[in-house]
C-alpha cells in the first residue's frame, strides 16, 4: 500500500515545488507522504512526522471540530476550503485552509492545504480595531445619555420650575389688577397662557432629552405610553406590539429602541399624510425586529430628512440592519433588525473600552 501511495505521489511531481501543503495521510489517521512545504511549515523532519497521529500536530480547541468533518470526508464528503490551527514544532499556531478527498479503493486521503496565517492575522488586525472603535462609540453614547439626563434634570427642576414660579407671581398680580390699566387684564391673561405653553414645552423637551419612563414604568409601558401621546397630539391612530420579553434587551438597546421611534413619529408627524401608524417590535429567535409602519402618502420631502440620517446612525451602532420601504400611495414602512448573538455580546449594556 505505502509504494502505490508513493507511487500516486510521483505522479503528482508538480506538488513537490508547490508552496502548497500537499499530503497524502492514511485512514488510520497518519501521514503516508508529504512535500516539502509540510516539512517547513511545521518544522518538523520526516522522521518526526510520519510516527505521529496527525490529530496531534492539531491545535488542541481544532481536533473535536477537525474529528467530524474527517468522518464526513470518510464518508464521502469532499472538505473544501476547511479552516484550523496546527501546532508547529516551535510552540506557534499556523492557520490551515483545507481541500481534502477521500479515494476509498485505496484507503487514503488525498489533501492540498494553504497557509493563510497571515489574512488570519489581518483579519484579527481588523476584528479588534472595530471592536476597539465600537467600544468607543458605546462609550460616548454613554456619555451623552448622560449629558442628555443632566440637561433634561436641569430643564425639570430649574426652568419648569422658575417658570411655574413666574406663574405664581402672576396670580398675585392678577389679584390686584383691578387698579392697572385697562389692557393689563389682557396682558396677564395672555402670560398665563404663555407660562403654560413653556412648562408643557420643557416637560416635552425634557422627556425627549432623557426618557425617565423608561426607568419609572419600564420599556413596553413607555412605547405604549408615546404612541397614544402621539395619537392625541396629532390626530393619527398609533399602536404598539411587541412579543418581546423587555428583560432581554440591554438598557442601551432599549434607549436606542425609543429613539428611532421617535425619530420615525416625528418623521411622520411632519410629513402629515398618515391617518395610521403601527409599531412592531417582534421576537424572530436569533434576532430582533423593529417595524415601523404608516400609511401616508409620498409627502414632497428631502430625500435624506435628519430623522432618517439619525435613525441610520443608530442602527450602525446597534450593528443592526436598517431599511426604509417606500412605495407610492401605500405609505412606507421603517425595519430595523438586530442580531441576537451582538446583544448577548453586549448584555446590559456592560461593553469596556479596548
Given at each position: ?169 402672576l396670580e398675585g398680580i392678577d389679584q390686584y389688577k383691578s387698579g392697572l390699566k385697562e389692557n393689563a387684564d389682557f396682558k396677564i391673561n395672555e402670560a398665563f397662557v404663555l407660562c403654560d405653553l413653556l412648562v408643557d414645552a420643557i416637560r416635552r423637551i425634557s422627556f425627549s432629552l432623557s426618557p ?143
Amino acid at each position: 500500500m505505502i509504494n502505490q501511495d508513493t507511487l500516486l505521489f510521483e505522479q503528482l511531481a508538480l506538488f513537490e515545488m508547490t508552496p502548497d501543503l500537499v499530503c497524502i495521510a492514511g485512514k488510520d489517521g497518519y501521514f503516508r507522504k508529504v512535500n516539502p512545504a509540510v516539512l517547513n511549515k511545521l518544522q518538523y523532519s520526516a522522521e518526526e512526522l510520519y510516527p505521529r497521529l496527525i490529530s496531534s500536530f492539531i491545535h488542541p480547541d481544532d481536533r473535536e471540530l477537525t474529528a467530524r468533518e474527517r468522518m464526513k470526508l470518510l464518508e464521502g464528503k469532499t472538505l473544501l476550503n476547511f479552516q484550523n490551527r496546527y501546532l508547529r514544532k516551535d510552540g506557534t499556531i499556523i492557520w490551515l485552509e483545507w481541500t481534502s478527498v477521500y479515494l476509498p479503493d485505496k484507503e487514503i486521503v488525498f489533501a492540498i492545504a494553504k497557509d493563510i496565517s497571515e489574512n488570519k492575522r489581518k483579519e484579527k488586525e481588523i476584528e479588534d480595531r472595530y471592536n476597539t472603535y465600537k467600544n468607543l462609540v458605546a462609550h460616548f453614547k454613554a456619555r451623552a445619555e448622560e449629558d442628555k439626563k443632566w440637561l433634561a434634570y436641569e430643564l425639570h427642576e430649574e426652568v419648569a420650575q422658575m417658570a411655574t414660579a413666574l406663574k405664581l407671581s402672576l396670580e398675585g398680580i392678577d389679584q390686584y389688577k383691578s387698579g392697572l390699566k385697562e389692557n393689563a387684564d389682557f396682558k396677564i391673561n395672555e402670560a398665563f397662557v404663555l407660562c403654560d405653553l413653556l412648562v408643557d414645552a420643557i416637560r416635552r423637551i425634557s422627556f425627549s432629552l432623557s426618557p425617565a419612563m423608561l426607568d419609572d414604568i419600564g420599556f413596553t409601558d413607555t412605547l405604549e405610553w408615546i404612541c397614544k401621546e402621539f395619537a392625541i397630539m396629532n390626530g393619527i391612530a398609533c399602536q404598539f406590539v411587541t412579543d418581546c420579553d423587555e428583560d432581554e434587551l440591554p438598557g442601551e438597546i432599549k434607549i436606542d429602541i425609543f429613539r428611532i421611534c421617535q425619530e420615525a413619529l416625528n418623521e411622520i408627524r411632519v410629513q402629515a399624510t398618515a391617518t395610521k401608524v403601527k409599531i412592531t417590535l417582534q421576537n424572530n429567535g436569533d434576532s430582533i425586529s423593529l417595524n415601523v409602519a404608516d400609511d401616508g402618502k409620498d409627502a414632497s420631502q428631502s430625500e435624506k430628512p435628519p430623522g432618517l440620517i439619525n435613525m441610520r446612525q443608530l442602527a450602525t451602532s446597534m450593528n443592526a440592519s436598517f431599511t426604509l420601504t417606500n412605495e407610492k400611495g401605500k405609505g412606507k414602512i421603517i425595519t430595523l433588525v438586530i442580531n441576537k448573538t451582538w446583544i448577548g455580546k453586549n448584555i446590559n449594556g456592560q461593553r469596556h473600552i479596548a
